[in-house]
């Protein structure tokens, strides 16, 4: 299983690019969140991957965020969605959008996804409230530094691994979040913010 690919950005469609690794062109299928976080082509770009293997087919899934690669993997879990139906959702909405949608039991608003009816909308809610209740008391703007920042989501899985909830843990990185800082620092710095006598 392929974990990430660390390549140049040479050609950028609706639904896929194509990264150049070593003279060698992956073309990765991406959502529209994952497209607007790309940079401009013959840039380097890191993308997280999911590999697709079927009789007919071998696909690969591209994601600027293992949030965003792990809400992909856990929707195509559900019975009656696809990887298409799952990069929809995820074109359709941000992930902090479709984790509000699932929590405030809304199959009208997931259900403006391709692909997605009113009875597939209410099985995703069914199977991801309790999945996803640690989000229920957020900020928007903790859950959208997780999905735009590599290591402030680094950051708040090692807090996490500490005995912090989810929601701890994002909030005490939102609190401490520096664009310049290091993984160290941040989590130093979470780790102070919450406690002044921890992280020194």
Request: net charge negative; glycine share 8%.
């Amino acid at each position: 299983m392929y974990e990430y690919i660390i390549g140049n950005l040479e050609e950028q469609a609706m639904d896929y690019v194509v990264i150049d690794l070593n003279h060698m062109g992956y073309k990765i299928k991406v959502s529209t969140n994952t497209l607007n976080e790309l940079p401009g082509l013959h840039s380097e770009v890191k993308l997280f991957l999911h590999q697709i293997i079927k009789e007919d087919e071998m696909s690969l899934y591209g994601f600027a965020t293992p949030d965003e690669r792990e809400i992909f993997r856990t929707m195509i879990g559900i019975s009656g969605i696809g990887p298409k139906a799952a990069a929809g959702l995820l074109s359709q909405f941000s992930s902090s959008e479709l984790i509000s949608h699932i929590l405030n039991n809304d199959p009208k608003a997931i259900s403006k996804a391709p692909g997605i009816g009113l009875k597939t909308a209410s099985r995703i809610i069914l199977e991801l409230k309790d999945r996803y209740k640690d989000y229920a008391g957020m900020d928007v703007k903790v859950i959208n530094i997780r999905e735009t920042n590599d290591i402030a989501n680094q950051a708040v899985n090692g807090l996490v691994g500490l005995g912090y909830s989810l929601s701890e843990a994002s909030e005490m990185v939102s609190k401490a979040y520096d664009p310049d800082s290091s993984l160290e620092e941040l989590i130093k710095g979470a780790l102070r913010a919450t406690n002044p006598l921890k992280g020194r």
